[in-house]
């Protein structure tokens, strides 16, 4: 008999969540900590190893005999090496002058709790969950594109998520595929789809829009212009306000020419979407699909799938976190 | 005892070459023939067994005993199915209304040959016989890119060449990252790299300069507009002729900023330049390398190495064909 469980950890800005996973996705037990009161890194390691102990003794779970491994998802996470590095929101992971320090998450945790650990970043995670518990099951060939504040992405080719030469492959929401010129994206470049296509992004968008068609109703008027979020442009385009869909309708359009080229890199089967602003629905999807297939190459028109992550919301990142325990 | 031989075969518009090489690359025997009068499938299959039952059973061979299997790089080859499908320019491969027929390929050879066959495209071919053969030997990462009338990919992924879903990744001459619009390319889409970066794409941006620049002295002025080649401009340039180094400037630019998409991609340890535009050395890779680190994250600017392909030019085709065969 196999162990029945793995553990699955995602490393936020504001907290970290924990759950023990069996192989169906059925989430055991699981904890979240805040984060926003620790300040340096061995305050957090010895908080994350506590949680991790008290998860893993839980009379549900039994202890360290039943779990295969420990699987987290953390910004920047790195495979090859196990670490942290350069994660700008991570403020426990900073040294005295304020610069990032290089978390080495695997070496620790694995010699605190005795048990095997992977690590990587949380897109990658979410790919290797959604192939595992989510709408990848079966697939051997597809896109994981996070649509969060951010826009990341984990890339599965013949089954296994992409890691590259260095562990930090898949880094779609930094391609400028979409425009050359424009926004200036955190990384320091500009015009990466990350500025277009996140929730930043999407406001950045609307504000655009309202200012740029001065006379022109719209129900995001009665926001102020710096409050708008993409939640509220979401909620505004459901209710009908046309501006609000022409800001999703423009999203949409530069997502999937962005598509159109990653699918020429590695054929998938499907691109799915994950994330706050893939909830918008047929709003996103639309024009977005339409713009990936004005874009392609004829032998792949009509052949790859848009779908919509089977991850569930508010668990998706324990699951994801918990599935790469199980290639341990 | 292994068998000592592979056979490779590339299927080109004009001429079909064949090759029989062992395992460090040597050519044991090669030949080819001329298909420009060959117009039917029937035909063009009767005369490539022949020919390969010739190599096959010539005496520094010694029969299909010694041969492990046969690799064929054929324009639009599909890897799972071991077709040609849609390849435009193949006149044998088109049935009497002059539409594109399905070549069964490996289906063919194999029941006439008696060995096993692999199919792929030629650029696919090319990143396979580097890694054997050529720049990449022990690299598990890499993108090649073949830079000829067209642009092409062969990307490697934990040592294996990237076939995605349906058989046809790696087409990264028709990813767009570099201008939405411009150029109408081939394949019917608008700004495609291929429209540029190919050698087709830098004499048409010699002659857009020429136009562009009236006054500007080149001595590209003394051929007549519509015959300037690459191969022309190269010479330009490598005369020191100012406005032919600006065209590989700028060629070099652009594929330089599509490098950095791509490496966001599978974070490769090399990207590798195939080709007649590639021996255009320090002309072309300058300009490459440098657009290609101002477009990087900060995590790859200095650590991606952009080499010319080691594969010797008249034979590496023929090479890259006979590499796939060593997988069977």
């Not at 048990?115 to 979410?126: G, K, Y």
């Not at 977005?288 to 569930?312: F, R």
Request: include cysteine; hydrophobic fraction near 40%.
């Amino acid at each position: 008999m196999g162990k029945p469980y793995v553990v699955g950890i995602d490393i936020g800005g504001q907290s970290t969540k924990l759950g023990v996973v069996d192989a169906r996705g059925n989430i055991i037990i699981q904890t979240s900590f805040d984060t926003r009161d620790i300040t340096t890194l061995k305050g957090y390691m010895d908080e994350l190893e506590k949680t991790l102990s008290r998860i893993i003794n839980a009379p549900a779970v039994g202890g360290k005999e039943k779990v295969k491994g420990i699987g987290i998802g953390a910004p920047n996470g790195n495979y090859y090496k196990g670490t942290i590095e350069s994660a700008p929101n991570l403020k426990w992971a900073k040294d005295k002058h304020g610069n990032p320090e290089v978390v080495y998450l695997k070496k620790n945790v694995e010699s605190a709790l005795g048990l095997p650990v992977v690590v990587t970043n949380d897109a990658n995670a979410a790919a290797q969950g959604e192939m595992i518990y989510g709408a990848a099951k079966g697939m051997k060939n597809f896109i994981e594109i996070t649509l969060g504040t951010g826009v990341g992405s984990g890339i599965v080719i013949d089954g296994k998520v992409v890691y590259g030469h260095d562990g930090f492959a898949g880094e779609l929401g930094h391609t400028t595929s979409v425009r050359r010129t424009g926004r200036l994206c955190n990384c320091g470049k500009v015009g990466c789809l990350e500025t277009y296509a996140s929730a930043i992004g999407v406001a950045r968008t609307a504000r655009e829009l309202l200012e740029i068609e001065p006379q022109r109703p719209s129900i995001l008027r009665n926001i102020p212009a710096d409050e708008i979020t993409s939640k509220d442009v979401a909620e505004a385009a459901a209710k009908g306000d046309e501006l609000s869909v022409d800001v999703f309708s423009y999203t949409g359009r530069l997502l999937g020419e962005a598509f159109a080229d990653f699918v020429a890199f590695s054929a998938p089967e499907a691109i799915i979407l994950f994330g706050g602003l893939a909830q918008a629905g047929e709003l996103i999807f639309k024009p977005t699909v339409q713009a990936m297939e004005d874009n392609l190459l004829s032998i792949w028109k009509g052949k790859v799938k848009v779908l919509h992550s089977e991850l569930p919301g508010s668990e998706a990142a324990i699951l994801g976190s918990a599935a790469l325990a199980w290639e341990l």
